[in-house]
């Protein structure tokens, strides 16, 4: 690695790394588990089974449950009056009972419609369970061992299923909603299935939890099929470190994280290009809604993505590479397709502002539409990519949103606890997106993004495809028709430099603090409220003070200086105008920067005869402020390792201090020189006498 590269690597990781506080900031929110590796990829995905169940749970109110059934179609009725039967014999009343007495693998469980809310297992622990020592989690809760786990099951979990194999819960109701297991906002987790491979969930609905709603960990095969889960603290689905997943026809909402995260799914296809020969989870024919975002992974790898409906979310889906102790970082190969993203632009960090989230989760009102969002994000964005790798997103309706369709920035290794130098740049490569169908839904109705790409600019091999709408930047690089396939790719080591303010100022949220940052335009700020305008317009103040100085003192006879610095005075004001409206790309920042280019140029050419070595550096930074101006606008300029946004920004630095010290000293003023001796003889003194006349 040459010095210079070298340079700009370290110089990266000190600037990326303000816009990684977007997401180490709300580390404190993170899922945080006990060390897991991923299954070593033997399994596969278990298969419903049909026949009659071997366990089963009720309840043994027969007026209710002859209610619950009463609208069912008449074979569905006769079954479960049936099971209802056998189930009163010789059945469980709690779904936990049912659990503990399955003795070897590939048992059926069949809940019947009820209200399950575990009576037994739903108090604090007591005894030994209640003084186990374990760290904890930023959020207070233990991040407990299995064996801990094992012996204490209901310190954290309604219903703990631990090692069972093959096993398959199942509603028998008409709908997902006739049989539900209930936390009651009192436990972590309503079900964990715990290292309990081949595990298949189906027809019912897990609920109001301090964390997630149905969790899976370590599992090597598993399905949730037609399962709801709803109103939680974090998480409705949350699957981590497993292999052969299948999520489907599922549903979530009112959650303060992700409806559905598949977080560190088994990194099966790390080093590996586009072609892949299999995918570690798949999700499809799921809807989440109105929760902080529908979809979110950190380790996010492997996962197709496909026939689904992300809405009414803050954010349709997110994967990230930002959060330590996740296996599987960086994140890479997710493959989203004909899904449908749109309209996530819901805001829920007013519920915060004003209190109530602060109150205990069972007084906040999940159940009246109140999330409380866990970590910080830019509403009205469809999907968001946090440093990841060789993602596809391809054949998506992605539409209605209020700031971005795509949404793509990079994070530094030292997030996840690597320090490495090599691989500080790693992420945020090689994302594909392309054939989607944006700004419009399936009936062919115009719906259109605010803007359809939002990149700060980092890493390579990244592309869009040609008929994007607003983006910024201007012109980012195009997919070709095949993968892999780029035109006008550029390979740089760090983002833009507004672009990482803006994320730092972002991060400073915490919804146990009541904090949300000032001047972030997520959390409401505009105009001169955002940190953007305020930096355009400190900027523009201190170059006017300079450039106005200097042509005073230096250049004030000079008419095109004159005419220049007016050209220069027009474009900082345009800088910070369209500063104002960066939820609105435009080329107004553009034309300021050629502006500003031309009046840097032009007051270069004018200091030749007096400053020549201040004129050329001034010469030098108009010219790197246009081509930051044509970057911007009109191609990104490929073989550079940072945006010319930065060589701007450092050389400008020295340019004020030297104009304003060339400002500050006097002008030089050449003496004028002696006068020149005369040819002409030297005419006689006046005379003292009186003048005579001659007759």
């Not at 209710?64 to 010789?90: H, M, Y």
């Not at 007084?363 to 409380?372: A, K, L, T």
């Not at 690597?418 to 719906?447: C, F, I, M, P």
């Not at 605010?450 to 990244?462: C, E, I, P, S």
């Amino acid at each position: 690695m040459s010095w210079t590269r070298r340079f700009v690597s370290v110089l990266s990781v000190v600037l990326v790394a303000l816009a990684a506080a977007l997401f180490t900031a709300p580390g404190a929110q993170a899922h945080e588990e006990r060390p897991v590796t991923f299954p070593d990829g033997s399994g596969s995905v278990p298969k419903l089974r049909t026949g009659e169940p071997d366990l089963l749970v009720c309840k043994t109110d027969r007026a209710d449950f002859e209610r619950r059934i009463s609208g069912f179609p008449a074979g569905l009725k006769a079954r479960n009056l049936a099971l209802f039967e056998r189930c009163v014999r010789g059945g469980h009343r709690h779904l936990q009972q049912a659990v503990d007495a399955v003795d070897r693998p590939g048992l059926t469980i069949a809940v019947l419609p009820g209200l399950y809310e575990e009576e037994p297992s739903l108090p604090p622990p007591t005894g030994a369970c209640a003084t186990l020592k374990a760290p904890k989690s930023a959020l207070g809760y233990q991040i407990l061992s299995y064996a801990q786990q094992l012996r204490c099951p209901h310190n954290q979990n309604l219903v703990a299923i631990l090692g069972k194999k093959n096993l398959q819960i199942e509603g028998t109701g008409a709908s997902r909603l006739d049989v539900v297991v209930d936390a009651k906002y009192q436990k972590l987790n309503a079900i964990r299935a715990d290292g309990s491979d081949g595990v298949y969930f189906r027809n019912f609905t897990a609920q109001r939890t301090t964390f997630n709603s149905l969790y899976v960990l370590a599992a090597d095969g598993f399905v949730i099929d037609d399962v709801l889960t709803r109103w939680n603290d974090e998480y409705g689905f949350l699957t981590f470190a497993s292999d052969h997943g299948l999520y489907k026809n599922c549903e979530s909402y009112g959650n303060g994280d992700s409806g559905i995260y598949p977080g560190s799914a088994s990194d099966i296809n790390d080093a590996r290009g586009y072609d892949v020969p299999r995918y570690s989870i798949e999700i499809t024919g799921c809807r989440s809604h109105h929760n902080m975002v529908g979809y979110s992974g950190t380790a996010g790898d492997s996962v197709w993505v496909h026939d689904n409906e992300f809405d009414h979310n803050m954010g349709g889906a997110s994967m990230d590479s930002a959060f330590p102790g996740h296996p599987g970082l960086p994140q890479n190969h997710a493959r989203f397709e004909r899904n449908l993203i749109h309209d996530n632009n819901q805001n829920y960090y007013p519920h915060v502002a004003d209190g109530t989230c602060a109150k205990p989760p069972v007084d906040r009102g999940y159940e009246q539409g109140v999330v409380c969002p866990q970590i910080s994000m830019p509403p009205g964005t469809g999907i968001i990519t946090a440093g990841g790798n060789w993602n596809l997103y391809e054949n998506n309706w992605v539409y209605g949103h209020q700031r971005a369709a795509f949404f793509l920035s990079a994070v530094p290794a030292f997030i996840r606890g690597e320090s490495a130098w090599g691989k500080q740049t790693d992420t945020s490569h090689h994302n594909r997106y392309a054939g989607n169908h944006l700004g419009v839904d399936k009936a062919g109705n115009a719906r259109p993004n605010r803007t359809d790409v939002w990149w700060d600019g980092q890493g390579g091999g990244n592309c869009w495809q040609s008929d994007a709408g607003a983006t910024t930047p201007g012109a980012p690089p195009t997919c070709g028709a095949r993968r892999g396939e780029v035109s006008g790719n550029t390979d740089r080591l760090v983002g833009e430099p507004a672009k990482l303010a803006q994320l730092l100022v972002c991060a400073d949220y915490n919804v146990q603090a009541r904090r949300l940052p000032a001047g972030c335009d997520w959390y409401g700020a505009r105009g001169l409220q955002r940190v953007e305008t305020q930096l355009a317009l400190g900027s523009a103040l201190v170059l006017a003070l300079a450039g106005g100085a200097l042509w005073w003192r230096r250049l004030r006879g000079n008419r095109l200086a004159g005419a220049a610095t007016l050209i220069g005075l027009v474009g900082l004001a345009l800088d910070v105008a369209g500063s104002t409206l960066a939820l609105t790309p435009t080329l107004l920042p553009a034309v300021a920067l050629l502006l500003t280019g031309v009046w840097w140029t032009l007051i270069g050419l004018a200091l030749r005869p007096t400053r020549p070595v201040l004129a050329w550096t001034t010469v030098a930074l108009g010219a790197l402020t246009l081509l930051d101006a044509f970057d911007k606008a009109v191609l990104m300029v490929p073989g550079i390792p940072v945006s010319p946004a930065w060589l701007r920004l450092l050389l400008g630095v020295v340019w004020v201090l030297w104009a304003v010290i060339a400002a500050g000293t006097r002008p030089d003023r050449t003496p004028e020189p002696p006068p020149e001796p005369s040819a002409e003889p030297p005419s006689e003194p006046p005379s003292d006498r009186p003048d005579t006349v001659t007759a």
